[in-house]
């Protein structure tokens, strides 16, 4: 019998989070009280606004970081001639998508949320449907590429019009927050959304090739 003392581990903890984030709004969240502890209120216009937001800087935006290594590239001693030409063009690319009305990338991609909604955060329900409102406000006012298509039977498929359904994924955790990872994954890779444990040492070759695609 084990004489180990119980503790729990988080089996995928994070490591601290030094994004910089920005204010979107103070309208559609609030404070509450229930059974002696305060609770966070979020109203649907805010998961909505949230979601619009987040797809809507995916497509058109990049973090000052990122474009921080990008230009580190041209002064770069060791940097090749065509090393500079690349990173300039990603930069200057970059420059055009800011402007809100050509995308970074034409593949926008399949809408992925996951989300974590802390144990004292309420909102009444209807997340999903929020959250699927905003990527439909992004991607039908942005005029960005529609990429989901439905089936109508067996054989015959059409494009939705909207880039819906999005894969929204919500999980209950801890606190008194509600964090979001908003993906937009294109090039035929939406449903790689997940890393998948294996062993590619000598023992195991070709174990990749093996994964579905």
């Known amino acids: 019998?084990?004489?180990?003392?119980?503790?729990?581990?988080?089996?995928?903890?994070?490591?601290?989070?030094?994004?910089?984030y920005y204010l979107l709004s103070k309208e559609h969240v609030s404070v509450a009280e229930f059974d002696?502890?305060?609770?966070?209120?979020?109203?649907?216009?805010?998961?909505?606004?949230?979601?619009?937001?987040?797809?809507?800087?995916?497509?058109?935006m990049l973090r000052v970081s990122h474009q921080q290594q990008v230009a580190s590239i041209l002064l770069d001693p060791e940097a090749s001639d065509n090393d500079k030409?690349?990173?300039?063009?990603?930069?200057?690319?970059?420059?055009?998508?800011?402007?809100?009305?050509?995308p970074t990338c034409q593949d926008t991609g399949t809408a992925i949320i996951m989300g974590k909604k802390g144990q004292r955060v309420?909102?009444?329900?209807?997340?999903?449907?929020?959250?699927?409102?905003?990527?439909?406000?992004?991607?039908?006012?942005?005029?960005?590429?529609?990429?989901q298509n439905a089936p109508l039977d067996m054989y015959k498929e059409v494009n939705t019009g909207t880039n819906l359904p999005a894969q929204i994924d919500l999980y209950s955790v801890d606190g008194e927050e509600y964090k979001f990872l908003c993906m937009a994954k294109g090039g035929g890779f939406r449903q790689q959304n997940l890393s998948v444990p294996g062993d590619q040492g000598p023992d195991h070759p070709g174990e990749a090739e093996k994964l579905p695609r």
């Open 85 to 102: 030409y690349v990173a300039l063009q990603f930069l200057r690319n970059s420059e055009i998508a800011a402007k809100g009305v050509l």
């Open 122 to 147: 309420w909102t009444g329900g209807g997340d999903e449907a929020a959250l699927a409102q905003g990527v439909y406000n992004t991607y039908t006012e942005d005029n960005l590429r529609y990429s």
């Open 1 to 20: 019998m084990s004489t180990k003392p119980f503790v729990y581990q988080d089996p995928f903890p994070l490591a601290h989070d030094d994004t910089e």
């Open 36 to 60: 002696g502890q305060q609770v966070l209120k979020v109203e649907p216009q805010a998961l909505t606004l949230l979601a619009q937001q987040a797809f809507h800087d995916a497509a058109f």
